[in-house]
């Protein structure tokens, strides 16, 4: 019984963490300038972190300001993941009322990104939640299951993912 209630309440939590963040939305709206993408983000999980350390590279290929690649780690415990533009996000950050208490997360969900990636070899509820919420213009997932995403690349190499984000980006990017 203890068990349905604490799932009851963290499928609550999250609810209201997804209503929250959706609701500070809003259109989200490239601006004209010759360089179409300026601010990518990319979120997984630490368990698949190593994994997509590929896709971080991601940001010397499109030419964009290490600044302006920014990177949400999804994990329960504390994760030795390496790389300085890593933000973590913690199952237990979000509070009763649907809040979250981590200013670096919080920070994240404010930012406009051009295009948003979602790579993890698990299905993982928070990183769900982080890929439905993040203001994109394009969203890219590597499942087929994702409904939020505009583009999906339905593979589990990391690589070949890699290489098909990117040909996709300089096809948009011609068209424009």
């Known amino acids: 019984m203890l068990a349905n209630i604490t799932t009851v309440f963290k499928n609550f939590k999250y609810l209201l963490a997804e209503k929250k963040l959706l609701k500070q939305n809003s259109e989200v709206s490239v601006e004209k300038n010759e360089k179409f993408i ?11 972190f190593e994994t997509v350390k590929p896709l971080l590279k ?26 300085e533009r890593a933000i973590f996000f913690a199952p237990s950050e979000i509070k009763a009322g649907g809040n979250i208490e981590n200013e670096a997360v919080q920070d994240f ?5 051009n295009v948003f990636i979602a790579f993890s070899g698990n299905e993982n509820r928070l990183k769900n939640l982080v890929f439905k919420c993040a203001k994109s213009v394009i969203k890219i997932d590597h499942k087929r299951e994702s409904q939020e ?3 999906m690349i339905e593979t589990a190499d990391v690589h070949a993912y890699q290489q098909e984000i990117l ?10």
């Open 38 to 48: 300026t601010k990518v983000g990319l979120v997984t999980t630490a368990e698949a």
């Open 58 to 83: 991601l940001q010397q290929e499109l030419k964009i300001a290490k600044g302006d690649f920014k990177v949400l780690v999804c994990t329960a415990k504390p994760a030795a993941v390496e790389d």
């Open 109 to 113: 969900f404010k930012l406009k990104f």
């Open 149 to 151: 995403a505009d583009l």
């Open 167 to 176: 040909k996709y980006l300089k096809k948009l990017k011609q068209i424009r």
